[in-house]
């Protein structure tokens, strides 16, 4: 079975969060997903607060960290994502992005990431826990992702317990 690349730039940018379904995944570095932004559309119970997505939005951008996954794992992945629940909460979509990590110009990588279904995404902003962020930003500050970007997820609001 072949492994793929997924791009993470939510709570999974934390290695242990990502290791619990995946303990295969292997950091390839950081990576950028031009023309789109950051949201928090879909309401999480387990996180108590609004969980990411990725929405298009030129000149924007979001960075993350590309993880190389063995395919044994993509199930287990697919389930903490909840792509198969009832309604769905994310599905799989393939992307382009620019990895900090290939070359000092940026090699283009095709890899996977999880986008909120739009079924159950909200058209309001949530805020995120503050358990969720302070997860991104540990993941954050690990794969070294741009000082600007780092303070611009520390300076999130966060939902109010």
Same mark, same amino acid.
């Given at each position: 079975?072949?492994?793929?690349?997924?791009?993470?730039?939510?709570?999974?940018?934390?290695?242990?969060?990502?290791? /619990?379904?995946?303990?295969?995944?292997?950091?390839?570095?950081? %990576?950028?997903?031009?023309?789109?932004r950051?949201?928090?559309?879909?309401?999480?119970?387990?996180?108590?607060?609004?969980?990411?997505?990725?929405? @298009?939005?030129?000149?924007?951008?979001?960075?993350?960290?590309?993880?190389? =996954?063995?395919?044994?794992?993509?199930? %287990?992945?697919?389930?903490?994502?909840?792509?198969?629940?009832?309604?769905?909460?994310?599905?799989?979509?393939?992307?382009? =992005?620019?990895?900090? %990590?290939?070359?000092?110009?940026?090699?283009?990588?095709?890899?996977?990431?999880?986008?909120?279904?739009?079924?159950?995404?909200?058209?309001?902003?949530?805020? @995120?826990?503050?358990?969720?962020?302070?997860?991104?930003? /540990?993941?954050?500050?690990?794969?070294?992702?741009?000082a600007?970007?780092?303070?611009?997820?520390a300076?999130?609001?966060?939902?109010?317990?």
């Open positions: 079975m072949t492994p793929f690349l997924y791009f993470a730039y939510g709570s999974n940018l934390d290695a242990a969060r990502l290791h /619990r379904s995946c303990p295969s995944a292997r950091p390839q570095g950081a %990576a950028r997903l031009a023309d789109h950051l949201r928090f559309p879909l309401a999480s119970t387990r996180w108590g607060g609004g969980v990411a997505d990725v929405v @298009p939005a030129p000149g924007d951008e979001v960075w993350g960290a590309l993880w190389l =996954i063995d395919a044994v794992d993509a199930a %287990a992945l697919d389930a903490q994502e909840g792509v198969h629940a009832t309604p769905p909460r994310y599905r799989r979509e393939p992307v382009e =992005i620019e990895s900090a %990590a290939s070359s000092p110009a940026g090699e283009r990588v095709r890899c996977l990431v999880y986008r909120v279904h739009d079924g159950v995404a909200s058209t309001s902003e949530l805020a @995120p826990s503050a358990a969720y962020r302070d997860a991104m930003l /540990r993941g954050a500050r690990a794969f070294a992702l741009p600007a970007y780092v303070a611009r997820l300076a999130l609001p966060v939902a109010e317990v």
